[in-house]
């Protein structure tokens, strides 16, 4: 069974920072491309940042360049999201996913075909 589980949300103070976990089972992970994304309220789920396997292509969304940095350890499984300088937009649901072989971009949901099932974080301002 494919499994996604983020962990690490919660409640901050707008400039505060948070550190995002996701844990994947060895098949899901081992050679994978992982992403994140994030839904708030009423909006379509947004592309946040990616990484290849070995970590030599990452993407960021232009909204969080500069203020999430991410990573993973694939000894252990999992893929990280660094996020400092929290702002209020910055509040959703946060999603890890991995990015599908066959995918033709790297920012769009559709190109990626397990998800976890989100972790909340709220930024109050």
């Known amino acids: 069974q494919v499994q996604l589980v983020e962990s690490g949300g919660g409640l901050v103070q707008a400039g505060g920072s948070l550190k995002l976990s996701c844990a994947a089972s060895?098949?899901?992970?081992?050679?994978?491309?992982m992403g994140w994304f994030r839904q708030a309220p009423g909006t379509e789920r947004e592309f946040v940042a990616a990484?290849?396997?070995?970590?030599?292509?990452?993407y960021y969304a232009d909204s969080v360049k500069g203020r999430f940095t991410i990573s993973r350890d694939n000894a252990k499984n999992t893929v990280y999201l660094q996020m400092n300088g929290l702002k209020a937009d910055d509040t959703a649901v946060y999603y890890c996913?991995?990015?599908?072989?066959?995918?033709?971009?790297?920012?769009?949901?559709?190109?990626?075909?397990?998800w976890g099932r989100g972790t909340q974080v709220t930024v109050s301002s």
């Open positions: 996913a991995r990015r599908a072989a066959s995918g033709a971009s790297w920012r769009g949901p559709r190109d990626y075909d397990y």
């Open positions: 060895g098949r899901t992970f081992t050679g994978a491309a």
């Open positions: 990484m290849s396997w070995g970590g030599t292509i990452i």
